[in-house]
């Protein structure tokens, strides 16, 4: 027990085994479970978690069958000749006093393979392969499959087991009428449809035997049309709850779903009224999820009665020590999951490697080590934007004596923008965590201070690090000297107000985010989970199946007229994430953001901006137009630092500030830090 969020740190007992704290590392993948190769820097990356006192870990999807898999040699436990590679990870986690459970995850018709099964040969919109639909004898292969992995699991080394039984995936496709369409004793009514999650949970029980974890997640609100309804959801729980599951894990929503469950908008711990309504069905602990990102949130829910435990995936890539510093009381020390999905989610789905946008170290355990330095020097940090914070916190953490020099009366340089972006308030999280971190480790910070090279060179530096940032760019269009012009800067610091008509230039990141801005005004209701339920048509009590209906009551549309221009043809903020840049769309399109694409600039005026659309000549009748059309490095003091002999780094936005994103600068600051 603690006095810091005391239902967060009171212990629980399974009978068999007990947990010190409420707080599981949720299941994500990372990449690292597909390769062989790869199972010491898992075991790294899940050691380091242990040691920062998660009271269980569930780790990434490993499929039970070839059929199961994700992708073609993606992770799989079906033999004994793979435990070795299983046993470094469990004896890791043990070492460090944690506990660790598999999930178990059939892919079914999300497999991206022309080996997928599924209860029926449905294709899903999202994977470019049609499952075959399994034979009767085929689903009890299936079965069989599970519970000799669980086995399996068991003789790595691993505390238990968890069905992935939500998000869309085989168990999942099994329990909706959307993807079952069987007429055998697998298909049909509701509770024919539950009996694939049933029987798998029986095997495995019978299996492993009675003192091992068997978690099951279910999907508490599939979110997709044809999905299951709220009282279906509630029997499964039931119904596995009998079958010998040990705690009920949730998931929300399937991928394929068009419903943000994950994203910055959603509201912190929106969806725990849902794991109240199963609690209060069953016997076992039940785990809730999603935007839990930090203690207050999560002892809130705790305390209320919502959930027995709580499950954090993000939070826990962003800071291993979460939950220690918790206990602790030391939670303004959280590195907070921003849930910007930039470097974790987009990443796997893109094939590669997780991470984590605000700690580059996250799944780089085995060789992004901050150690303390044996030649302790005098550093200058300038521009104190995320990659000089993140350069400056570590250079000071290992030991060197840094000053930080920031010509801002505050610290953070575009992340101040970012958090101003209605559905981005995370990012101030960002901004409190360093504002901590920088005096936890001496930095000597110099706010409103515009350096120049002589003055930095009066000082008695070992070296600098440019971390001045990126400037607007200027595009080359008549009339930009317009006094209705203006830079996304001015109008996100709040320093301009945009009139009511506007045409925003340039359609990327920023682009995006200005016109989000703009359109949403004020509009916090988004923020309160009754008014991201309405914005994005959520039945949360799943009346309707699936819990989707077409109501869908939007932020008011302002009475400003926004247009959004881009010179290319490919869809407005292509480059965006792929977990993100379609929310981002819809909720444009909804606000009625009018997005024009293929645009030639002509000139500004008094009349507003002028623009040729293919053969058309348009004139918009704008009172501002905003600049969105890229960054230029801003870079001035390089040639008189340079000339002195003492060695210069140049990071970030000032490095390179084409497609700069947060992820890439703060990387590239620790990995310099880490290394002078
Ligand atoms: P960006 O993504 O490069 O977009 C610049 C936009 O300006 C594009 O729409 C480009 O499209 C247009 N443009 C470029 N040169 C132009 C010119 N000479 N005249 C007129 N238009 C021009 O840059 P950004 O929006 O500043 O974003 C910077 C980085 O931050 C990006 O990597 C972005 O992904 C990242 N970011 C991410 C988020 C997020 O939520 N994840 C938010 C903000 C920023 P056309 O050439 O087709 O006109
Ligand atoms: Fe959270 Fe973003 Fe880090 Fe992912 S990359 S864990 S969403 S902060």
Partial sequence: MTDHFPHLFSPLDLGFMTLPNRVVMGSMHTGLEDRSRDYGKLAAYFAERARGEVALIITGGIAPSLSGWLAPFSARLDRRSQLRRHRLVTNAVHDEGGRICMQILHAGRYGHHPFC???????????????????????????????????????????????????????????????????????????????????????????????????????????????????????????????????????????????????????????????????????????????????????????????????????????????????????????????????????????????????????????????????????????????????????????????????????????????????????????????????????DLRLGVHIQAPDLLKEDFDGFILATGARPRLPMITGLDHPAVHYYDEILSGRVRAGNHVAVIGAGGVGVDVATFLAMGNDRNSRHPDGYFREWGVDPLAATRGGVTDVKTRPPVPERRIWMLRRGHGKPGAGLGRTTGWVHRARLRALGVEMLTGVTYERVDDEGLHIRVGTEHRSLAVHTVVVCAGQEPQRELLAGLERQGRPVHVIGGADQAVELDAARAIEQATRLAVTL
Wanted: aromatic share 6%.
């Fill in 117 to 443: 099964v599924a209860p029926s040969a449905i294709r899903s919109r999202i994977t470019p392969f049609s499952p075959r639909a399994l034979t009767t004898r085929g689903v009890s292969r299936q079965i069989r499959a599970y519970a000799r992995c669980a086995v399996l699991a068991r003789e790595a080394g691993y505390d238990g087991v968890e069905i992935m039984g939500s998000e869309g995936y085989l168990i999942n496709q099994f329990l909706a009428p959307r993807t079952n369409r069987r007429t055998d004793r697998w298909g049909g009514s509701a509770v024919r449809r539950m009996q694939f999650a049933v029987a798998v949970t029986e095997a495995v029980r019978t299996a492993v035997g009675p003192d091992f974890i068997v978690i099951f997640r279910l999907s508490a609100l599939d979110l997709v049309e044809g999905g299951s309804l709220g009282e279906e959801v509630m029997q499964l729980a039931a119904a596995v709850e009998k079958s010998g599951a040990t705690m009920l894990d949730t998931g929300i929503g399937w991928h394929e779903a068009r419903v943000p469950t994950v994203q910055s908008l959603v509201p912190r711990a929106a969806y725990s009224v849902l794991t109240s309504r199963i609690r209060a069905h069953v016997g076992i602990p039940v785990m809730a999820t999603n935007r839990i990102n930090m203690p207050e949130t999560a002892e809130a829910l705790l305390a209320r009665g919502d959930a027995d435990l709580v499950s954090l995936a993000r939070p826990l890539l962003a800071d291993p020590d979460w939950v220690h510093k918790a206990r602790k009381g030391r939670d303004d020390q959280i590195n907070t999951c921003i849930a910007c999905n930039q470097s974790c989610l987009d990443r796997v789905f893109a094939r590669r490697y997780a991470s984590c946008l605000v700690n580059p170290r996250c799944c780089n355990e085995t060789e992004l080590n901050v150690v303390p330095t044996r030649v302790p020097r005098r550093y200058a940090v300038v521009g104190a934007g995320p990659a000089g914070l993140a350069c400056a916190a570590t250079l000071a953490e290992r030991g060197h004596d840094v000053s930080l020099f920031e010509q801002d009366s505050r610290i953070g340089g575009q992340f101040n923008l970012a958090a101003r972006v209605p559905g981005k308030e995370e990012f101030a999280e960002t901004l409190r965590y360093f504002r901590r971190r920088l005096v936890v480790v001496g930095v």
